[in-house]
């Protein structure tokens, strides 16, 4: 099942609800930028994602070329929050692939928590 998702905006935030099971690279990448977008269009400097119900299927090679694709694209997002399912294995690498490449994302297993860190100074 590809992924499906909804955006709503609330003043500067981008609130994305996504689920399904990313099936591809090619996939995920679309997803990504489609979030990117939204944010621009809408001058969003903070994005929330719940991702709870999507499954994470990419192997480490591909969740590399990701973080370092959507990094390389998102430079003007202040902010990204993704909450995703406890103990994904790969939510803390793909992480530090991105925040190694200077995009502010974070990945949180509680929404109260990155709804917190989102509203940091």
């Given at each position: ?6 955006f709503q ?62 990094a390389e ?49």
């Amino acid at each position: 099942m590809a992924i499906s998702y909804t955006f709503q905006r609330v003043k500067d935030l981008l609130r994305v609800k996504a689920c399904g099971a990313d099936d591809s690279l090619e996939d995920t990448l679309s997803y990504g930028r489609a979030i990117i977008q939204e944010a621009i269009k809408h001058n969003c400097q903070r994005v929330l994602c719940d991702e709870r119900e999507l499954v994470y299927r990419l192997g480490v090679v591909d969740t590399y070329k990701l973080g370092v694709t959507l990094a390389e694209v998102a430079p003007s997002i202040a902010r990204v929050a993704i909450v995703c399912a406890p103990q994904d294995p790969q939510a803390g690498f793909f992480e530090t692939v991105v925040r190694n490449r200077g995009l502010e994302l974070r990945m949180f297993e509680q929404m109260e928590e990155a709804k917190a860190w989102l509203t940091e100074p």
